[in-house]
């Protein structure tokens, strides 16, 4: 019986033949099966042809590929990470190397490692940096004084101070305007020459309205040039005005500004 059915399952392969019915190798069928006969080790043409990403590998083989992979210039965008879509990507144990001018926008750096190439990136913001100054020095330029007023620290055309080092601030009117919103640091330093027995406080004014969380008082002797100096921390938005202010509580003597100087500096958002 064996040998019966072996002789009929021959005379149908046979007869298969005969009639021209495609017989499938390897999911290669009709002339591609006598191209992977012709082709050796190499693969045969039928899978060649899914190795050319795009059309852009010229030689459309695996050596082709392998090439254009690693010169990186005949693989399209959607292959390669050339730019961040928004989503967190996490790197292990790899390098990131920056170019020789790198531009930043909006990076934020929490910690740099002293003596390494590690920082961490979360925190402290490189463009969000403010800071600015107004400074006089050897003035002699005299503030009127009216018992228990506060008279702002400037001259008659509010030109007596000079700005620097100023970035996301404005300076303007002896003032200082914040760029942007956030916790500062605020020094003042006064030196100003009164009559015996003056007494000055020192503030600053935001937006005008005065502000003595941190004030400083001083009481004169005659003629004597003295320091009044503050510092203190206060939460700014954007757009805020801020000016040295200087009253004498106890009669109307006039004050000379001799050296004046306002920094403002923020150190976090």
Do not use: W
Request: hydrophobic share 35%.
């Amino acid at each position: 019986m064996r040998k019966i059915l072996t002789f009929l399952l021959t005379i149908i392969t046979l007869a298969c033949y005969s009639q021209g019915t495609t017989v499938t190798v390897g999911g290669l069928s009709g002339a591609s099966v006598a191209n992977a006969d012709s082709l050796g080790n190499q693969a045969p043409a039928f899978y060649l042809g899914r190795v050319n990403h795009a059309g852009l590998d010229s030689t459309n083989d695996i050596a082709g590929f392998q090439d254009s992979v690693t010169t990186n210039t005949n693989v399209t965008a959607n292959t390669t990470h050339r730019s961040s879509d928004g989503s967190n990507h996490t790197f292990i144990d790899q390098d990131v190397t920056i170019g020789s001018s790198p531009i930043y926008n909006n990076l934020t750096v929490d910690t740099i490692f002293s003596g390494t190439d590690t920082i961490i990136i979360s925190e402290a913001a490189i463009n969000q940096r403010s800071h600015a100054d107004l400074h006089a020095s050897d003035s002699s330029v005299v503030l009127t004084m009216t018992q228990n007023n506060y008279a702002h620290i400037t001259n008659a055309s509010n030109t007596l101070l000079t700005s620097g080092h100023i970035k996301n601030i404005t300076a303007g009117g002896d003032s200082l305007i914040t760029g942007i919103a956030g916790l500062y640091r605020v020094d003042v330093h006064l030196s100003i020459n009164g009559n015996a027995n003056d007494i000055y406080e020192g503030v600053i004014a935001i937006d005008n309205v005065i502000n003595n969380e941190h004030k400083v008082t001083r009481k004169t002797s005659n003629n004597d040039v003295g320091d009044m100096s503050f510092s203190g921390l206060y939460d700014f938005t954007a757009s805020q005005s801020v000016k040295m202010m200087l009253r004498n509580t106890a009669n109307n003597n006039n004050a000379t500004i001799v050296n004046a100087c306002l920094v403002l500096n923020r150190i976090d958002k």
